[in-house]
């Protein structure tokens, strides 16, 4: 395959997964902002939303004042923001329109028409829509793509490089929303006050892990627990455990012998063979800008091993 | 009056359309525009657009898409077919000549100062022999219609004709929208396009290719006009889309950068103009093309599809002389008639050109795409003087015709369904022998009277029925 067709691949699937991960980003900020007494500062609860997706200086800078309504308009819609929701659809169709001679027909039919629906909204139809109404299409939209790649596509080269994006996206997204409560949380805490319930509860909606928490660790929602579902546990498909299964079998069917395959390994043996007390040793926060300087190097590496050639 | 496809002058439905007639009057009278709107929105959605040269939005805009077929009979087919592969043969003979032994111009049949002073002429092909002898790999010829048997050729697309993933794509609609009128009707298929292409395509690989060869389609880019054509034409053959920086040329062969290393390539069929191919021998600051192709090319390490070099011979200059290549190379009659064309070089035909210019049609040399001509009949005083003052400045530059009274179609517009012009383009593919598929591009000038049917101009397009038995 060629390989600026593998890069365009690559980045349509990872432009695609950032804009079904900010919703989820954008939806624990707004069950939070909602959540807490209205005697707090419920703006705050938006900061996460800038802090994850990147653009807090540029924010800053733009809109100074930060609320609800410019963050949502910042995150959401703004076109010059290049990691808003509509930024990451037009690049996921951009990408898609470069190598739609590669994907099925399908794949790009859905994300041409993702992009032309979300090209013709802004701030009052966006309202009128409803904010959750809009993430949850954005992420059904996202489901649907994932979903004709896997029912449709030949498993080979395309297929992988597709996966790949979308799972280094997901590793990066997950750790960046694992990060925004990280200080405190540190092995052998048991005292969880009631602030750190109901955000640990939301971020784990927001990954529709709820359920999957209550079946695997039963019980009261700790900030403990919650990690070791979002880090350790393979089952969970959001996990950076998961994530990484994925991104070394990919990798290794790819090119064994690739610099980037033996990153990856190294990265998952990290993980799969490690212990959570062990990781979090220094501290959730170290931990997490460890994990994502990683898995810069490691998307790095996979540029120079295949894309650039 | 011009001739319409559907209705002779009495009132009475020619053959080919009394069944769409009886179906459509059974039909109730919203259906076409309905089924437009559908067509519109599954066009858009597929994203089969075309990008606007000098719109500063980068819009992609639809083709707009006529719901009404055009349907000509199987012996009005017959001699299109004939007289387009003629045409193709000849022509391909014509640039063989011309890149080796010239018997043509020393015959005198073509003036020499016409194809060597011609900028489309390239001393690079000299001496060169090239697989199969094939030239012309894909071209489209312009056929427009004046009369029941009165066919004339406007032009012959020898570079990089696009058009045809329309000529698909239309097909592929109108079988969505109306399947039933497909069960009335027994029209001949276009999907083999595509295989044919490949087949010709591979059989042209170069000496130095052994093993099987390998073939790509090669476009400027995703910003280019015709970029949907290219992708669709690549998936449709199962064949890399490849663009200049993905291919580089060492030793003598080209090859592609892919994700386990460089890959040999044998055949390109190439969507991009001469000037663009190699920095190191045209234009120097083309950053579409590949440094070194064309040394690559010469020394047999790859073909290009089309060769290079074509211009010279699709050039409006050179269109005068077709009927007699076919005479000189074929030893045939023409099957298809030129359109009687005025050179303006020439001081007596000059003069009457410029005598009859609300009357005639002045086209520029080397223009494409309706741009650089003036139709007399709906232009104004002013337009008139200045294409005038134009022509003084470079005679050489223009050729003159008549105003052809193109024929028309059925055509669904804003109040119904009215006449409209049309032109046909359909695409000959040379590979061992010359073959076109039954049927090819319609292009239908949309606004009443006008007779510029280019897309860039507001033209649209229709399916092209091309009918395997005429009815009685």
Redesign the interface.
Known sequence: ??????DHLYWMSRYMERAENITRFVEVANRLSLSVPSTRDRAACWQPVLTIAGGEDDFAARHGERSAVSVIEYAVLDPTNPSSIYSSLRAARENA??V???IP?ET??SL??TW?EARGLDGPRLREQGLIAFCEWVRERSHQFRGITYGTMLRD?ADY?IRLGTFLERADNTARLLGVRATGVAPGQTDVDADDQLHWAAVLRSVSAFRAFRTVHGGDITPLRAVDLLVMRAALPRSLHSCLNQVRDILER??PQAECTRLAGAAHAHIHYGRLDHLLSRGLGPFIDDFIDANNTLAGQIHKD??L? | MAFDEMKSADGGVRPAFRAYEDWLLSMPPDLLPRKNEQADALFRRLGITFAVYGDQEGTERLIPFDPIPRILAAREWKRLSDGCCQRVRALNAFLKDLYHDQEIINAGVIPAERVFGNGLYRPEMNGLSVARDVYIHIAGIDVVRTGEDEFFVLEDNLRSPSGVSYMLENRAMMMRLFPDLFTRYSVAAVDSYPDQLLRNLRAVAPAACTGEPTVVVMTPGYYNSAYFEHAFLAEQMGVELVEGRDLFVEDGLVYMRTTQGPKRVDVIYRRIDDDFLDPAAFNPHSSLGVRGLLEAYRSGGVTLANAIGTGVADDKATYIHVPDMVRFYLGEEPILSNVPTWRLEREDERKYVLERLPELVVKEVQGAGGYGMLVGPTSTKAEIEDFRARILANPANYIAQPTLSLSTVPTLVDKGIAPRHVDLRPYVLMGETATLVPGGLTRVALREGSLVVNSSQGGGTKDTWVLENDPC
Do not use: K
Request: charged residues 15%.
């Open positions: 395959m060629l390989s600026r067709t593998a329109h470069a739609r001679s590669v027909v790009w039919e041409n028409g032309l080269e490089f790819l090119n295949f894309l050639s």
